[in-house]
């Protein structure tokens, strides 16, 4: 087992907490902060395109709320569907954000889904790559793919559990594992969690964090699934370096049976 403090790292950045979290679809600029702080994450992601971050002077900015000194802003590229859209946001968080390089990167293949088109993600990410980008990127679970993406320099990959804002859970963990496996970069859930058990599941399958925002936003009660979702990632990440049991066929008693007295 590791010793010490439980750390991962993107790029030059260290961080403690591995549950990121998105900042749509809550009610309000207070109820977002209220939930992030509860979530006790460290990483934020924004929709460049939906969301203020000073491109419209004299409306409520998140960075007000949840300041960049305080935490590390993830813009995304949410609602893009080619690869030139994607770029063209990632280049606009760049001057928003005062020459901010880490983002990530999302291009949707199918409105109903929201799956993403592959080849446009490979496109984009070649080109943010080639312009200095921290690019983490939102993928399909084909541990192929992921292997590309890493192979061009992504920063992480982030394969999807299921679709977005489904709240299905982990899918197919079997793909996760693989990718998990192959990796030399950082390996994050991204899509398909609902509850916290989810979450769960994904750091016991070796991840090293989950993204998420729809299973908090739309939670009845943002704020306690924020911390239900803190408790669950960490408890996940404990029982993956502990290292559960071999499953077995057959029953092995807690107490041994050697030595009764008849």
């Given at each position: 087992m590791e010793?010490?403090?439980?750390?991962?790292r993107l790029g030059a950045r260290t961080f403690r907490s591995r549950l990121l979290v998105g900042t749509g679809k809550y009610k309000d600029?207070?109820?977002?902060?209220?939930?992030?702080?509860?979530?006790?994450?460290?990483?934020?992601?924004v929709a460049v395109r939906r969301t203020n971050l000073g491109q419209n002077p004299g409306e409520p900015n998140l960075l007000d709320v949840l300041p960049p000194e305080r935490f590390t802003i993830l813009p995304n590229t949410a609602g893009c569907y080619s690869a030139d859209e994607a770029v063209r946001t990632c280049r606009l968080a760049r001057e928003l954000l005062g020459d901010h390089r880490l983002v990530k990167l999302e291009v949707i293949g199918d409105k109903d889904s929201l799956f993403p088109d592959?080849?446009?993600t490979i496109k984009a990410a070649e080109v943010l790559v080639r312009e200095g980008f921290e690019v983490m990127?939102?993928?399909?679970?084909?541990?192929?793919?992921?292997?590309?993406?890493?192979?061009?320099?992504?920063?992480?990959?982030?394969?999807?559990?299921?679709?977005?804002g489904s709240g299905l859970g982990i899918r197919n963990p079997l793909n996760i594992r693989m990718i998990v496996e192959n990796a030399q970069v950082p390996v994050l859930v991204?899509?398909?969690?609902?509850t916290a058990s989810?979450?769960?599941?994904?750091?016991?399958?070796?991840?090293?964090?989950?993204?998420?925002?729809?299973?908090?936003?739309?939670?009845r009660d943002p704020v306690l699934m924020a911390e239900a979702m803190r408790k669950a990632v960490e408890a996940g990440r404990d029982a993956y370096r502990a290292g559960?049991?071999?499953?077995?066929?057959h029953a092995d008693p807690s107490s041994p049976i050697a030595g009764l007295i008849v």
């Open positions: 010793q010490g403090i439980d750390t991962w600029l207070d109820a977002t902060r209220r939930a992030v702080m509860a979530s006790g994450a460290e990483v934020v992601t592959m080849m446009e990127v939102y993928t399909t679970d084909d541990p192929v793919a992921a292997k590309r993406l890493e192979a061009m320099g992504c920063a992480a990959v982030m394969p999807l559990a299921a679709p977005i991204d899509a398909g969690v609902g989810d979450a769960a599941v994904a750091m016991e399958l070796g991840c090293d964090g989950v993204l998420m925002n729809t299973a908090i936003a739309a939670a559960r049991m071999a499953r077995r066929m």
